[in-house]
């Protein structure tokens, strides 16, 4: 966990992990601050993929967030994860967001 330099109480929490800790295969982030989780980027390695891994990590960062007392959380979904996370209980808001690419030049 590492606390947030200009964010009073935000908090941003790394996490990596695999089948029985002998290698990495699945990571995100989870920013916890102004009232709500961010579950940011979630990755799981292609072979390890419906293994539930990735849901398990997910599972996880929600606990953590829950623990000082986050009762919001919020994560944009690939095509992929869609259905993962309405099966965890996440609701579809039905909002697009466009999405930008900035390259240094």
């Known amino acids: 966990m590492k606390r947030l330099n200009g964010l009073r109480g935000a908090t941003l929490h ?7 800790r002998l290698r990495t295969v699945c990571c995100g982030l989870l920013y916890c601050g102004a009232g709500v989780a961010g579950l940011i980027g979630l990755g799981t390695l292609p072979e390890y993929r419906k293994r539930g891994i990735g849901s398990a990590m997910q599972l996880e960062r929600l606990r953590i967030a829950r623990e000082p007392g986050y009762q919001y959380a919020v994560l944009f979904a690939s095509e992929m994860g869609y259905s993962p996370y309405l099966k965890l209980g996440f609701q579809d808001t039905g909002r697009r967001v466009s999405r930008y690419l900035w390259r240094a030049g």
């Open 14 to 20: 790394s996490f990596s992990g695999g089948p029985g």
